[in-house]
């Protein structure tokens, strides 16, 4: 009997510990701020079109073959992302000049567009929602007998956009 009650007496022990237990809880508000960022990585910073004979390569590639291209932005669920180029102005060699329109790009990867140079902004992507899109972007120059000899240069600005 007295091992019952002793066992008796350790089981109310330890449920009137249980009974009396205490508890406290708190709570913690999280916040955090995101806001419309854009960032652009180009794999080239050069494009460079080698002469050629005009009745045999009537379209030029540039040495540096397809520029990689990364756009990543952080914008609304429904927010377009874009990315334009243009020029500064045509391809020019003292007074001498190479129109725009014979500098044209073709383009690989989900959203991205060919197109032809321009001093208005052009299309080379567009996306909507955030994320990064990777992608190429692939210029050739119009070949022709009546380019004036001389080292031709000109700006290209590109442009993201993540509102």
Do not use: H, R
């Not at 379209?59 to 669920?77: L, V």
């Not at 790009?105 to 208005?120: D, H, K, S």
């Not at 009546?146 to 993201?160: D, F, K, M, P, R």
């Amino acid at each position: 009997m007295k091992k019952v009650l002793i066992t008796l007496v350790a089981v109310l022990i330890c449920a009137g510990t249980v009974a009396f237990a205490a508890t406290d809880t708190k709570t913690v508000t999280v916040s955090a701020t995101v806001t419309a960022t854009a960032k652009l990585t180009l794999g080239s910073a050069t494009l460079t079109f080698p002469d050629a004979d005009p009745d045999t390569t009537p379209s030029i590639s540039a040495t540096e073959g397809p520029i990689a291209i990364t756009a990543k932005g952080k914008t609304s669920a429904a927010g377009n992302i874009t990315l334009v180029v243009k020029a500064g102005g045509p391809l020019t060699s003292g007074t001498d000049t190479i129109a725009l329109a014979n500098l044209t790009w073709t383009a690989g990867g989900a959203g991205y567009v060919g197109g032809t140079m321009n001093i208005a902004d052009q299309a080379v992507g567009s996306w909507t929602g955030s994320g990064t899109y990777a992608g190429t972007q692939t210029y050739a120059l119009a070949n022709s007998w009546s380019y004036v000899t001389g080292n031709y240069g000109a700006t290209l600005t590109y442009t993201l956009t993540a509102p």
